[in-house]
């Protein structure tokens, strides 16, 4: 029983954050990426500020928590990391919070590369 209960958490959180990723995409006018599978977490991918971005839930290699990971491009330079302020971590997504910590990190990404 606690691993059914463990499963449908799971499939809970996957659900919870593709809909908070497809929100995201069409507030920000960017195209959300099904995914895979039916287990599998969407991604969304757009321009702001002059930088090509990419947001997807990424797993830990060691098995730890999932959580969303921006990847990042200006020109010729390219940079990967988390998210994890407030509204941006998978067990209290915030499609407003996270649009703004995309629309910060593009900003500083693109004046600084």
């Known amino acids: 029983m606690p691993l059914f209960g463990l499963r449908r958490s799971a499939h809970g959180q996957q659900g919870?954050?593709?809909?908070?990723?497809?929100v995201v995409a069409r507030d920000l006018e960017a195209n959300f990426v099904e995914p895979g599978t039916n287990r599998g977490y969407g991604?969304?991918?757009?321009?702001?500020?002059?930088?090509?971005?990419?947001?997807?839930?990424?797993?830990?290699?060691?098995?730890?928590?999932?959580?969303?990971?921006?990847?990042?491009?200006?020109?010729?330079?390219?940079q990967t990391w988390p998210l994890d302020g407030p509204g941006c971590t998978m067990?209290?997504?915030?499609?407003?919070?996270?649009?703004?910590?995309?629309?910060q990190a593009c900003s500083s990404f693109s004046s600084t590369h």
């Open 91 to 103: 067990a209290d997504l915030d499609p407003v919070q996270v649009r703004a910590a995309i629309e």
């Open 16 to 22: 919870r954050a593709n809909a908070v990723l497809l």
């Open 43 to 78: 991604a969304v991918r757009g321009r702001m500020s002059g930088c090509a971005f990419e947001l997807g839930v990424a797993t830990p290699a060691g098995g730890g928590a999932p959580g969303l990971a921006l990847t990042m491009r200006h020109f010729h330079t390219q």
